[in-house]
């Protein structure tokens, strides 16, 4: 099924989101929680429990995963563009990851390597309350995870959304044989500026399979920085058409 009629004017939304402060920047004080959302746990697919937060509704599930050193907090702004798009969202902390207070507390060691097992977790767990078609989106190493578990057997997701994705951070790659499984559509985000992220992006468009696209932006931004910054407006409206595209199995 297709998520809800957009009932948001897309450039109001963008110009509410360049607002928001990045969660990961110093000093800078957390954004509320999701609108409606509710904090949950769930096993990683190795059994790490993990903490998070499901918000909206519907059959379409949207899995958001966070970068590095961020944690869950840092995608709740866009989460609630996404539920005003229909989605049920989830957002989660890494295992290790435990920022406190309402944005939870995930079990585990800082073990990066092996995040891509948090992500098949996510999905189980979104499929579990109720979402036929899911999709993921992850920033920087959250989006390389986001690959890897796309490739898996029976991951079964329609779409991959990145942004700043590397090919490899600390142990965690996307190499030529994880991408080439990775048959669902992928759209690759990143910065001119950032440093390496662009190079990385054009790397995992060539080393994957279609469909797949490749949008490299005007912007010194990393990750989930880029919904906050100068093109916040161009990105959420990249990702909302791309999802909104794949949300129909």
Same mark, same amino acid.
């Not at 866009?78 to 079990?107: I, Q, W």
């Not at 490749?214 to 909302?240: K, M, R, Y």
């Given at each position: 099924?297709?998520?809800?009629?957009?009932?948001?004017?897309?450039? +109001?939304?963008?110009?509410? /989101?360049?607002?928001?402060?990045?969660?990961?920047?110093?000093?800078?004080?957390?954004?509320?929680?999701?609108?409606?959302?509710?904090?949950?746990?769930?096993?990683?697919?190795?059994?790490?429990?993990?903490?998070?937060?499901?918000?909206?509704?519907?059959?379409?599930?949207?899995? /958001?995963?966070?970068?590095?050193?961020?944690?869950?907090?840092?995608? %709740? &702004?866009?989460?609630?563009? /996404?539920?005003?798009?229909?989605?049920?969202?989830?957002?989660? #902390?890494?295992?290790?990851?435990? &920022?406190?207070?309402?944005?939870?507390?995930?079990?585990?060691?800082?073990?990066?390597?092996?995040? %891509?097992?948090?992500?098949?977790?996510?999905?189980?767990?979104?499929?579990?309350?109720?979402?036929?078609?899911?999709? +993921?989106?992850?920033?920087?190493?959250?989006?390389?995870?986001?690959?890897?578990?796309?490739?898996?057997?029976?991951?079964?997701?329609?779409?991959?959304?990145? +942004?700043?994705?590397?090919?490899?951070?600390?142990?965690?790659?996307?190499? &030529?044989?994880?991408?080439?499984?990775?048959?669902?559509?992928?759209?690759?985000?990143?910065?001119?500026?950032?440093?390496?992220?662009?190079?990385?992006?054009?790397?995992?468009?060539?080393?994957?399979? &279609?469909?797949?696209?490749?949008?490299?932006?005007?912007?010194?931004?990393?990750?989930?920085?880029?919904?906050?910054? #100068?093109?916040?407006?161009?990105?959420?409206?990249?990702?909302?058409?791309?999802?909104?595209?794949?949300?129909?199995?």
């Amino acid at each position: 099924m297709r998520p809800a009629t957009r009932r948001s004017v897309r450039g +109001l939304v963008a110009s509410l /989101l360049v607002v928001f402060l990045p969660a990961c920047g110093g000093g800078a004080e957390p954004p509320d929680p999701p609108a409606g959302s509710t904090p949950v746990s769930f096993p990683s697919s190795d059994g790490v429990e993990l903490e998070g937060r499901l918000a909206g509704g519907g059959t379409v599930g949207v899995v /958001l995963s966070h970068m590095y050193p961020a944690d869950q907090s840092s995608w %709740w &702004p866009f989460s609630d563009v /996404l539920t005003d798009e229909g989605y049920l969202v989830l957002t989660y #902390n890494s295992r290790g990851y435990c &920022p406190g207070g309402e944005a939870g507390c995930s079990e585990g060691e800082k073990d990066i390597e092996e995040i %891509w097992r948090d992500v098949l977790g996510a999905v189980s767990f979104v499929r579990s309350r109720g979402a036929e078609t899911v999709m +993921l989106v992850g920033a920087s190493m959250g989006g390389t995870a986001s690959l890897i578990a796309a490739g898996r057997e029976g991951a079964g997701v329609s779409a991959v959304v990145t +942004l700043s994705a590397p090919t490899s951070f600390e142990g965690l790659a996307a190499g &030529p044989e994880a991408l080439a499984a990775v048959t669902a559509a992928k759209l690759f985000i990143a910065g001119v500026g950032d440093g390496a992220a662009a190079t990385s992006a054009q790397d995992l468009y060539e080393l994957s399979p &279609p469909p797949k696209r490749l949008e490299v932006l005007t912007t010194d931004d990393h990750g989930t920085d880029i919904l906050s910054g #100068n093109q916040a407006g161009p990105a959420q409206t990249l990702i909302l058409d791309y999802l909104h595209r794949y949300a129909s199995p």
